[in-house]
């Protein structure tokens, strides 16, 4: 059975930093791609980073940049977002996702999530 399961989240004050973990199981990460997204309250459902299935390849949304990194560890089955200089805006909740894809990652669509974790950033 396919899962993903994330942690890592919890309250962070501006300025700080957070690393996401994305634990998966039931498949390999060598023919997926993985997302992060995330949903503040009242919010649509935002993509925020992606990874390819080999790895080479990594897409930020425009407000992360600079500011996050995605990562991955094939022998841990694991995929990492690494957030720093948080920002108060970035609090929602965090999802990753994974779909079956070998090529450059995208944002969207994806078939398999968990069940997300909340990052909070707050003085």
């Known amino acids: 059975q396919l899962q993903l399961v994330e942690s890592g989240g919890g309250l962070v004050q501006p300025g700080g930093s957070l690393r996401l973990s994305c634990a998966t199981s039931?498949?390999?990460?060598?023919?997926?791609?993985i997302g992060w997204f995330r949903q503040a309250p009242g919010k649509e459902r935002e993509g925020v980073s992606c990874?390819?299935?080999?790895?080479?390849?990594?897409n930020y949304t425009d407000s992360v940049k600079g500011r996050f990194t995605i990562s991955k560890d094939n022998a841990k089955n694991t995929v990492y977002l690494q957030m720093n200089s948080l920002k108060p805006e970035d609090t929602a909740v965090y999802y990753c996702?994974?779909?079956?894809?070998?090529?450059?990652?995208?944002?969207?669509?994806?078939?398999?999530w968990g069940q997300g974790t909340q990052v909070t950033v707050s003085s």
């Open positions: 039931g498949f390999t990460l060598d023919y997926y791609a």
């Open positions: 990874i390819s299935s080999s790895g080479g390849n990594t």
């Open positions: 996702a994974a779909v079956v894809w070998v090529g450059p990652c995208k944002l969207e669509p994806y078939d398999y």
